[in-house]
Structures are given as C-alpha cells and as structure tokens.
C-alpha cells in the first residue's frame, strides 16, 4: 500500500522549484504535448495519456495538468494507488494556491509561478477565463482575471500576483 505523508508544504515545494534552472525552461507546458495530452484523454488512449504526463513532471513536477492527467489516466487504468498519490500531490498544489490568498485584491491575490498554473487553477475551481489584465503595483505583476463560475454563470475578478513569472524573462 502506497504510504502518503501528510506533512508535506506543497508551498515550500513550488517554490523551491521555481528557484532552479529547470522552472525557466519548464515552468509552461508545451503546447503541443498538452495537445496531445488532451488528444489521448479525450480519446481513452489512457496510456499515452500517461507517458506524456510522465513526461511533463519529469521536467516539472509541480505542473497541476501533469498531475491532473496522470490521476484520471491511472484510475481509468485501474491504478488506483497511483490515481490517490497524484489527487494528493495535485489537491496540495491547489491548496496552496488557494491558501496563498484570496484573490480578491492586489494584497490578498492568489500566488502563482506560471501562465500554465494560473489558468488550470482556474479550470480546476470551476471558472472560465472571460479577460484578463497586466496590472504593476508597488514593484509587482498581477494579473486581474475575468472569470466566469461555470456552475452559476456568475462573473468576478480575481488578482494573481504574478510577479515570479517575471523573473524567468
């Protein structure tokens, strides 16, 4: 049986690895292996599903869709020790994102450390993405997120300090 820690600081974690040379090369998924990511989901080729999740976290293990894809993929194929530990790395990914802030001012804005986090963050809170803006404030970079609840149709406004993405360039 598979034994998970429960002490983990997802937190911590993320940014560690927004620290090494690997977060500029890998921080933003390629867009045509999320292509075919979302191909071989969408077409229950759930193994290729798998190895090109594999691939994603070999190059960075705090991608949410990586995790995402590689819990869906390993409960389709019957994984389920293997489904558990990617919901616990993925929900502890989200969690501290969620518990970064609150996202409803500059001060209070959710922390992310990639374009790629941000918007499956989002996807994974159940809201659609309707605008979006560059905002510079006190020597930070926040995005203002339009968004759209996709259970209510409500639309909000959500500040993601996104100041780290920055550094990379």
Known sequence: MLKIST??????FRIAF?????????SN?????LKNLYKS????????????SKKILDTNYTSLTGHLHSMACSFELGNVEKGKYHRYVLQGLVDSISRSGDGKST?????????S???????????EIMGQALINENDRKYDLMNVKDSESG????????????????
């Open 18 to 26: 927004s620290n090494t040379d690997g977060y500029a090369l890998h």
């Open 41 to 52: 989901f969408a077409d229950s080729k759930f193994d290729n599903c798998l190895v090109i």
């Open 7 to 12: 002490d983990a600081d997802f937190l911590k």
């Open 154 to 169: 409500e639309l909000s406004d959500l500040y993601f300090d996104i100041t780290k993405t920055f550094d990379i360039y």
């Open 29 to 33: 998924e390629d867009i045509d292996q």
């Open 107 to 115: 001060e209070t804005a959710y922390m992310t450390l990639s374009v």
């Open 117 to 127: 986090e941000l918007r499956t963050f989002l996807r994974l809170k159940g809201f």
